[in-house]
């Protein structure tokens, strides 16, 4: 793809929000995949996304699954789509043990560039895996301060995480105590009204 002249980046800086999306979803390899401009070999396909194979695999019927709508990063996914992709990834991850015999399999979402993302719309990988393939999904775990886990845990749990209708209650004083006693995060929710 051509460099852009600092004309051009300055154009798309002043573009509406809109056009700026259409312009992205006209140029998305996974949004003409949706469309059919690039062929694919979709393994399944409803209202909200398909699965293809992807064609630079990590192992022999690696799955990803896509919106058909441009979304660039998880946080952009309707509930309801995601919601969708995630029963989807569980029928495919079902069908690589009986239709492959795979050994296990790994759901990866890489959602940033910072998580490795390669292009700017959101899937994810269903990565059928074997006994010594080869893949290491590891990482070395890190030796975090009590003071750093201290404030994560206050900056994630200052404000309610909102999840459809469900909100995180406040964890009272005694409940943090128990928690970092046990080192487990104890999550408790209830409905909105």
Same mark, same amino acid.
């Given at each position: 793809?051509?460099?852009?002249?600092?004309?051009?980046?300055?154009?798309?800086?002043?573009?509406?929000?809109?056009?700026?999306?259409?312009?992205?979803?006209? $140029?998305?390899?996974?949004?003409?995949?949706?469309?059919?401009?690039?062929?694919?070999?979709? @393994?399944?396909?409803?209202?909200?996304? @398909? +699965?293809?194979?992807?064609?630079?695999?990590?192992?022999?019927?690696?799955?990803?699954?896509?919106?058909?709508?441009?979304?660039?990063? @998880?946080?952009?996914?309707?509930?309801?789509?995601? +919601?969708?992709?995630?029963?989807?990834?569980?029928?495919?991850?079902?069908?690589?043990?009986?239709?492959?015999?795979?050994?296990?399999? $790994?759901?990866?979402?890489? $959602?940033?560039? +910072?998580?490795?993302?390669?292009?700017?719309?959101?899937?994810?990988?269903?990565?059928?895996?074997?006994?010594?393939?080869?893949?290491?999904?590891?990482?070395q775990p890190k030796k975090i301060s009590e003071e750093d886990m201290?404030?994560?845990? $206050?900056?994630?749990?200052?404000?309610?995480?909102?999840?459809?209708?469900?909100?995180?209650?406040?964890?009272e004083e005694k409940e943090k105590e128990k928690v970092k006693e046990?080192?487990?995060?104890?999550?408790?929710?209830?409905?909105?009204?």
């Amino acid at each position: 793809m051509p460099e852009l002249t600092p004309e051009q980046v300055e154009q798309l800086k002043n573009l509406p929000p809109e056009k700026l999306a259409e312009l992205q979803k006209q $140029n998305c390899p996974f949004c003409m995949i949706v469309s059919g401009k690039i062929p694919a070999k979709r @393994i399944y396909e409803d209202g909200d996304c @398909i +699965a293809i194979l992807d064609i630079n695999p990590a192992n022999l019927g690696h799955v990803l699954i896509l919106p058909k709508e441009h979304y660039q990063i @998880i946080t952009q996914v309707p509930e309801e789509t995601l +919601a969708v992709m995630t029963r989807v990834s569980k029928a495919v991850s079902t069908a690589l043990f009986n239709s492959l015999e795979v050994h296990g399999t $790994n759901l990866l979402v890489q $959602n940033g560039p +910072a998580a490795d993302q390669k292009a700017p719309h959101f899937l994810m990988h269903v990565i059928p895996r074997f006994e010594e393939d080869g893949l290491n999904f590891g990482w070395q775990p890190k030796k975090i301060s009590e003071e750093d886990m201290d404030r994560v845990f $206050n900056k994630l749990t200052e404000k309610p995480i909102l999840i459809g209708t469900i909100k995180q209650k406040p964890i009272e004083e005694k409940e943090k105590e128990k928690v970092k006693e046990d080192s487990n995060l104890i999550r408790s929710f209830e409905r909105v009204p």
